[in-house]
């Protein structure tokens, strides 16, 4: 498994990996990101491709902002990881951190595996970037004839859950 930056020349196939995923653009925490707009990782098996990671560094971290692997349990996930943490500890940067949904049994379980740890959860959060991301993206706003019996719902299945690793 090869790992290195992804390229200009990598565009296409990234792009149409990030489609099939259904991330060309990520909610995170009621704003929208095109994980293209940021740097990445791509992972190669016999020259093609096997799996993305795209990164946000900040001021003393670097996030995760997408992980995806084409075919899982062939390693690509855990390849990537490994080089991404490498290059926050190149840069300094202390703690690299993810977030994802807490219905995503198996991220947590691979994040978790990996020596991160639940750091926090955001009940209601992905309810609430709807409109704002049905707005963003031109999509018309479904109607929520019960909020009252929509809401716990949500809040229990799907809340984005930030999982972390600190040196
Ligand atoms: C999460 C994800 C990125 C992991 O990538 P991956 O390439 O499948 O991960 P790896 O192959 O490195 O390891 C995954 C697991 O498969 C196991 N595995 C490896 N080969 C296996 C096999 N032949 N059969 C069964 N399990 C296998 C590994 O032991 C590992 O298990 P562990 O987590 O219990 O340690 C991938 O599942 C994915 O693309 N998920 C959808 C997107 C997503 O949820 N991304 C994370 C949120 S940002």
């Known amino acids: 498994m090869l790992v290195r930056p992804r390229m200009p020349a990598d565009e296409p196939v990234v792009a149409d990996l990030l489609r099939r995923r259904h991330s060309e653009r990520v909610a995170r925490l009621r704003r929208l990101e095109r994980p293209l ?65 807490n219905d995503n049994l198996d991220a947590l379980r691979f994040y978790q595996r990996r020596g991160f740890r639940l750091a926090e959860l955001y009940p209601g959060a992905v309810q609430d970037a709807r409109p704002a991301q049905a707005r963003d993206t031109g999509q018309r706003q479904p109607r929520d004839p019960d909020p009252r ?19």
């Not at 019996?149 to 040196?167: C, G, L």
Request: hydrophobic residues 35%; contains cysteine.
């Open 37 to 101: 707009d940021h740097p990445g990782l791509v992972a190669e098996q016999g020259g093609k491709l096997a799996g993305v990671l795209t990164y946000v560094i900040g001021e003393d971290s670097c996030e995760i902002l997408t992980l995806h692997a084409t075919e899982r349990w062939r390693g690509a996930g855990t390849a990537l990881l490994a080089e991404v943490e490498e290059l926050a500890r190149r840069r300094g940067r202390r703690r690299l951190w993810v977030l994802t949904t």
């Open 149 to 167: 019996r929509d809401r716990p719902r949500q809040a229990a299945v799907s809340s984005p859950t930030r999982v972390r690793r600190e040196r």
